[in-house]
C-alpha cells in the first residue's frame, strides 16, 4: 500500500521525485496503456473487409453498395499498380497482408504464389454455379472470378479501304503483305505483351517459337512497352487514334467495347479478332494468410461469384464472368467462350524468365 501511496502521489508527505523515479512512473504509464489499447483491439470486430486489388480494377456504385448492404461490412478497395505489381508486394507482405482479399492474381502468376503460401484455403459455395475448366487449384487457394483472352485484333475499316483482306492467323503476320502494319506489347513490361509470348510458346512450341519471332521481327513488327501506348495510339482501329498500324495485341472484349464507347455508336464493331492465337487469362482471388477479416474475406468471395457481381464485370473490368448463370451484355455475347490456347502455371512460372529473356535477344538487340 505505501509503494501505490508513493507512485500515486508521489508530492505527498514531503517525497521529491528523482529522475529515476519518473523514468519508472512513465514506463509504467506507457505499459498500462499499450496494455489496456492491445485488450481493447482484441476485442474488437471488424468492420470492413479490404480488397487489394489492380489498378484496372472497377466495381459500380450500386454494386459495391448491394455487398455492404448484405454482408454488413464496408468495402474498402487498395489498388497497387498492375497485376505484376499488386502480386511481388503482397508475397513481400506475406503473413502480416495489406487487406483481407487479393484479386486479380491471374495463372501466369499463380505457381509462385501459391509456391509462397500467400493464400488460406476457401471452398466458396458459389462454386457450384462455375464450371471445373475455371478452377486452378484444387485445394481452394484461389477462386476463379473472370476470365479474358488477348488475342490479336484488326482495323476491319482499314484492310476494307484498301481492299486487302485481314490477316486470319498468327503464321499470317509474317508474310510480306502484312509488312510494317503489326503493334505489340513487350512481355517484360505488359501483361498481354506476355500473354502474347506465351500464346507463340502454346502454339509452336519450344525452339520454333524463336524462329516465329524472328520472322516478324524481319517483318516490320513495331514493340512498345505497354497496351495503352498500342491500342490507343499505335492502332489505327482505336476510337480518336491517328496510329497507322491496323494489326494490334489486345483482348477478345475490344471489339465490344468500340461499340460502346464510339460516338456515334455503330451498329457492328469497326475491329475484328484474328481466333487463332488466343490466349487465356483467368483472374482469381484469394484469402489472404493472416487476413484481419476473414470471415468478411469469405463473404466477399461469395458475392464475387455471385450473379449480381458477375453481371456487373463486362462493362466495368471488360472481361467475362465465370458463372454460368450470369448474363452478358448483347455486345459482349458474340464474343464470350471460343478457343483460346493455354500453358500450365507451373511451366510458365519454371519458364518465363528465360523465355523473355530470348524474346528480348531475339527480337529487340
Known sequence: MRDRDVLENPGSRGFRPGRRTLAL??????????????CGSAEETPTEVVLVTHDSFAISDEVKRA?????????????????????????????????????????????????????????????????????????????????GDVCLNVDLEWFAERGLAPPRSMDDLTEPRY??????????????????????VARYGEGVWQGYWLRLRENGVLVVDGWEEAYTVRFSGASGS??????????????????????????RPPTGVIEDGCYRQIELAGILRGARN????????????????????????????????????????????????SLDPEVVEANRETWVREWTRIVLR
Do not use: C, K
Not at 509488312?179 to 507463340?200: D, H, I, Q
Not at 453481371?311 to 483460346?340: C, H, K, Q, T
Open 294 to 341: 476473414e470471415e468478411g474475406a469469405r463473404a466477399l468471395i461469395d458475392f464475387m461469384l455471385s450473379e449480381r457481381f458477375q453481371e456487373d464485370i463486362p462493362l466495368n473490368m471488360f472481361v467475362f464472368p465465370v458463372n454460368r448463370n450470369a448474363e452478358v451484355p448483347p455486345e459482349f455475347a458474340p464474343y464470350a467462350g471460343g478457343s483460346a490456347l
Open 242 to 267: 491517328r496510329g497507322n498500324r491496323p494489326i494490334v495485341v489486345s483482348y477478345r472484349s475490344s471489339p465490344p467495347a468500340e461499340i460502346i464507347f464510339r460516338e456515334p455508336r455503330p451498329t
Open 67 to 147: 455487398f455492404e448492404r448484405e454482408s454488413g461490412f464496408r468495402l474498402r478497395i487498395l489498388r497497387g499498380g498492375d497485376a505484376g505489381e499488386m502480386v511481388t508486394r503482397a508475397l513481400l507482405t506475406a503473413g502480416n497482408p495489406e487487406g483481407d482479399v487479393l484479386f486479380g492474381i491471374d495463372n501466369n502468376l499463380l505457381a509462385r504464389a501459391l509456391a509462397e503460401d500467400l493464400f488460406v484455403p476457401y471452398e466458396s459455395s458459389g462454386l457450384e454455379h462455375v464450371d471445373e475448366e475455371w478452377v486452378l487449384d484444387p485445394e481452394h487457394r484461389v477462386t476463379p472470378i473472370d476470365y
Open 25 to 38: 512512473v512513465l514506463v509504467l504509464t506507457l505499459a498500462l496503456a499499450l496494455g489496456t489499447a492491445g
Open 179 to 200: 509488312r510494317n502494319l503489326t503493334v505489340v506489347e513487350n512481355p517484360a513490361t505488359s501483361t498481354p505483351g506476355l500473354a502474347f509470348l506465351l500464346a507463340t
